[in-house]
């Protein structure tokens, strides 16, 4: 019995990723857009397939825990996504002639730069910081030029270790009961279940942010590049919901999902005409594929279903989303009400859907098992 640790999942998705490196090399070679195009999907095929496999086909797997089994499922729906956007999202021009070493890059790490003939040609900016430039970019992570590739990703990678600190502090601090308030069991209008929900709004932020800036801010001073910030504005302060999907919250999964809705979907339906219902209907869609995303990570990696509970938040914020940028069309002005009014508008509304998010992981202890782990 094989015991699957972090290690061998990084073993297995570089394979995968392998692969994706050879079907581009297959596709330059015999200069066939549509052999890249098939090859790509079952190398997608695969990568969903890795963490069914290894949970429910493989006899000789085990994983050590939930969070392994959390990684892999996350990893291998979004190294899916990330192969579809590399095949279909791009011009064949671009594709034949992209490198090896661009890919790797990519699926390491979120270069700021990518799939460029001139990357490799790219010259690192003069230095020249102070140490208010490192505090800036520390605290608010807003791009600075004067700090070079390595820096940033040092500071990144801070970032990530300060997180896990504020992580640590946090569940100390939060008895295992407020960790297991459900929602069926709290008073809607209860200032406790705000403030229990508006922490587990804070657990994720500081899960995802440690994770994602300690592992790229790694890869991206490994390779010596400039990286993109996963949360470039504070998630908290948002004047509207398109302004928290859009900007605020892990971009990321919000650039690859956005690639894949605007770019890839008009592509393979021949839908190209540009209208405000296109638009509307492509952003509902990448709140739909976004929804996909976490059902299959928490049946997956949790042996349940969440009841569909995840893929009606995702569906409702979008809505909410094109709800807006219906208004904002018609008042011909981005913000519709003064920032205030609009930020508590936000909060409201993703209180008010935050249970059907957070309470599949309470019934599954999910935050108390956390603060067994890390508290």
Known sequence: MIIITLPYLYAIYGIIISLVCLTVLLAQYYNSEKLLHYLCLLCAASALYVPIFLKYHSPWTQFTDG?????????????????LELAFTYEWSIQRQIAVKQILMDFSTFPKYKYEPELPFIKLKSVDPTILNHLKYLILGTDDEKLSARRQNILIILRGLSQLICLHILLRLTPYSML????????????????TYTLYGFMFYFVLGMIINIVFGLMGFIWNIYIRSIYPGYPFLPTSLHDFWSRRWNIYVKSILHRISFIALPKLTG??????????????????????????????????????????FFLINGIFVGVELVFQEVLKQKQIVPPVLGWIYTIVALYSTSSLFCDPWIEVDCFATLKTHLG
């Open 67 to 83: 969070l392994d089994s959390i990684f892999s499922a996350v990893t291998g729906f979004l190294f899916a996504l990330k192969i």
């Open 180 to 195: 297991r308030l459900h929602s069926r069991n709290a008073n809607f209008f209860s200032i406790c279940h705000f403030l």
């Open 271 to 312: 839908f190209n005409e540009k209208s405000n219902a296109r638009i509307i209907s492509a952003g509902i869609f990448a709140f739909f594929v976004s929804g996909l995303l976490h059902e299959f990570m928490y049946t997956v990696s949790m042996n349940r279903w969440s009841g569909g509970k995840n893929m009606l």
